[in-house]
């Protein structure tokens, strides 16, 4: 595809339960990152990939929250035991590289845990 | 640590008219990149501009401009002309330009929603 891809859209969860969202990354780009923006605030980060080293996962708000990239290309964030405070939107974004490049967005996955 | 700040929760433009948006960021870093995204209803982050902070000339597309101060560390967008599809959230963003300095990853300011009036 031309762009970031999420899914799904919107999901809605009940409290404890485990979720998994999902990002295709723009082919080609190493970079990869996962944002969480709550209602009305700006951009949380929360994990980056690049290449092959080791995530950069000092964003990760709790050990519920966890994420990986198969491949060096598709990435899936997964949160266990959801609760009510992890209602968000949760972006992903791509870049060719790890600083020049601009980040490419998807258009997140709205998460709503009742 | 790096923080960018948007003083202006909410801003409001008569179409065709100017506006301009705040951003003031705080680094002991030398070389870095500085971005304006826009993100409409939608919730897609589309990139506005960019601004390479070793270049003295500020950036501009189209009817988006920048006035990137370093010694005060101000980053302002510029509007002209103003359309209705410019109504937005504007965030303003910071990137290290070293490796290993925030990994790479963007530092966003909290937002500017900016309505424009037909």
């Known amino acids: 595809g031309a762009g970031v891809s999420q899914s799904p859209s919107n999901k809605v969860t009940e409290k404890g339960k485990d979720v998994e969202l999902r990002c295709d990354p723009i082919?080609?780009?190493?970079?990869l990152y996962w944002y969480r923006q709550s209602l009305g605030q700006g951009l949380e980060f929360l994990i980056y990939?690049?290449?092959?080293?080791?995530?950069?996962k000092s964003g990760l708000p709790s050990d519920r929250f966890s994420a990986e990239r198969t491949g060096g290309s598709v990435s899936t964030l997964t949160i266990q035991r959801t609760q009510q405070e992890d209602s968000a939107v949760y972006l992903c974004?791509?870049?060719?590289?790890?600083?020049?490049?601009?980040?490419?967005f998807g258009n997140g996955t709205r998460l709503t845990v009742t | 640590a790096q923080t960018v700040t948007q003083s202006q929760p909410e801003m409001s433009v008569q179409e065709a008219e100017t506006v301009t948006l705040s951003c003031t960021y705080d680094?002991?870093?030398?070389?870095?990149?500085l971005f304006w995204y826009k993100q409409p209803p939608s919730r897609q982050m589309i990139l506005v501009i960019r601004?390479?902070?070793?270049?003295?000339q500020n950036a501009t597309e189209n009817r988006f401009s920048v006035n990137f101060q370093k010694a005060a560390k101000s980053f302002s967008l510029k509007i002209s002309d103003s359309q209705l599809g410019d109504a937005a959230m504007y965030f303003c963003?910071?990137?290290?330009?070293?490796?290993?300095?925030?990994?790479?990853?963007?530092?966003f300011g909290k937002g500017t929603k900016l309505s424009v009036k037909p």
């Open positions: 601004q390479e902070a070793y270049k003295q």
């Open positions: 963003a910071y990137r290290s330009a070293f490796y290993g300095g925030s990994q790479g990853n963007l530092i």
């Open positions: 082919s080609g780009h190493t970079a």
């Open positions: 680094t002991s870093e030398s070389d870095y990149y």
């Open positions: 990939f690049q290449g092959n080293s080791a995530p950069d």
């Open positions: 974004a791509s870049s060719a590289d790890w600083n020049n490049s601009p980040l490419h």
